[in-house]
């Protein structure tokens, strides 16, 4: 499988234990994606990575969470201390080294968080 | 407790019928958008895309329409099979010019629960 991997598929924490999910974008793309979406409704955006730098975080919450794209190895989205509020999908997406051309993003099939 | 979550449009269809899906985006500086489908358990797939220099494009079976005039998008399905079923959305991306860092990410509309009847 060529896609987007995401692990794991399902993670169970209870109120402030620290949960890690994991991403590893398309063969050849270098910017990556996280996204949340709660039941019934559309993906929210979170934060925009290329390797080794955040591009944009403004959809992140300032405190628990935070996001890397290291040289080497998947994307990592931490969260901190979660709270029954962060119980959501998480999904991961990629997208090729041009984005300046009009490449569409691809979706792993997301970490599902529940919070206890 | 009382129950406040969103409820999504619905759409119901029957096989071999045309469905047409409904999008209204938000920002008229959006320069590329995009449909996805999503099946219970997964993630988003692709399925058109388009920029906002056309009206139309088209796909396998699929038909992606966009008036800017009005930032509406729509989605056209032929023939829809059982395997359509499925909630889809529609995603906008802002323009190089107007998105600054923001260049990249996608804003999703609310989606619309697709089920078709065999």
């Known amino acids: 499988n060529a896609g987007v991997m995401q692990n794991p598929r399902h993670l169970v924490r209870r109120r402030g234990q620290e949960a890690r999910l994991r991403c590893s974008p398309m063969?050849?793309?270098?910017?990556v994606y996280w996204y949340r979406q709660l039941p019934e409704e559309g993906l929210k955006f979170m934060v925009y990575?290329?390797?080794?730098?955040?591009?944009?975080e403004s959809g992140m919450p300032k405190e628990r969470f935070s996001a890397e794209f290291p040289k080497e190895g998947p994307s990592i989205l931490r969260i901190q201390q979660v709270v029954r509020g962060d119980s959501a999908a998480y999904f991961c997406?990629?997208?090729?080294?041009?984005?300046?051309?009009?490449?569409?993003?691809?979706f792993g099939d997301g970490t599902r968080l529940s919070i206890l | 407790g009382e129950n406040v979550g969103l409820h999504l449009p619905t759409l119901s269809v029957q096989e071999g019928d045309n469905s047409i899906i409904n999008c209204a985006y938000s920002n008229s500086a959006s320069d590329y958008f995009i449909w996805y489908k999503q099946e219970s358990g997964k993630g988003p797939q692709f399925i058109i895309d388009i920029r906002s220099n056309m009206d139309k494009r088209q796909g396998q079976r699929v038909t992606v329409l966009l008036n800017k005039t009005v930032k509406h998008l729509s989605l056209q399905i032929a023939a829809t099979q059982p395997g359509d079923s499925a909630v889809y959305f529609c995603?906008?991306?802002?323009?190089?010019?107007?998105?600054?860092?923001?260049?990249?990410?996608?804003?999703f509309g609310q989606g619309t629960i697709l089920t078709v009847h065999p």
């Open positions: 063969k050849g793309h270098s910017h």
């Open positions: 995603a906008e991306r802002l323009g190089s010019n107007a998105g600054g860092t923001s260049y990249g990410k996608l804003t």
């Open positions: 997406a990629s997208s090729p080294r041009t984005i300046q051309g009009n490449q569409p993003q691809h």
């Open positions: 990575l290329q390797k080794e730098n955040i591009i944009d």
